[in-house]
């Protein structure tokens, strides 16, 4: 019997729209809250990308990533002051004109009121095909294209696109799920310049899992520094045990002497 062929490992890119992200004026929470959302759901998360509010720069972004993977999430620019670029800048490079939503437009009346304003209007403007989804409250802006591509407008304001993440995840088959990523970790106070060799074999062993290494210096019980590096192990779905089996085979190839102790660092 044939094996079959593993599950591919669906991708995906963020695109983060704002000046006041390149400017420093505010740290970004969207794209880290997405990528925490992929990390559970086993979507390897392939680009962050952080453009002006400038028509050109998020055209050419968005067309850029969507040639590299299936499946990209904006956020930010969909309000209605004049840096609100995103829709416009989204239709443009789509070639699809904005066109008034009915269903969008009633959310913004009934959230309004009599304080309706024609730039308020603006935010039902969407591009053609634009579709509704996680509609409780504010909704999530969804954009199926061909080759089985699909783009989601985020909001900006951080507290609003966490609880848009959260409700795309409750919808059944709204987001790919490959199975989550599984994290093993293993410490050591070996140099790096040491350590390169066997964990390069490791590496070359174990394809299918994605290693780090991370070195920080820290003080021991009599205030001398040393370098501790933190190694980590993932992988996806139905790969996940391999993240233990490289784990352990460097723990192998090191020693007894050289891996510190489980709960000896912190983590």
Known sequence: MATPEPTPIPTAAVLLIGNELLSGKIRDQNGHALAKMMRRRGIRL?????????LESIGAALLR???RCPLVFTSGGVGP??????????????GRPLLRDPAMEQILRN??????????????????GTELTARHGWPVLRLKLARERRIYILPGIPELCLAKIEALEAIPGE???AGG??????HTAMDEADLAAPLNQVVADYPAVEIGSYPRWQSDEHGHLRCVVRLTFEAIGALRHHARDARDALATALGPAAVLPDGAEPS
């Open 181 to 186: 990523w599984t994290l093993e970790v293993l």
């Open 81 to 94: 002051t004049h840096d609100d670029v995103t829709l416009e800048a989204v239709a443009g490079a789509l």
């Open 175 to 177: 987001l790919p799920d």
């Open 46 to 54: 392939l680009e962050v990308c952080t453009v002006e509010d400038d």
């Open 65 to 67: 990533l969507l040639a």
């Open 111 to 128: 959230h309004f009121g009599e304080r309706i304003t024609p730039a308020a209007l603006k935010m039902a403007d969407l591009p053609e």
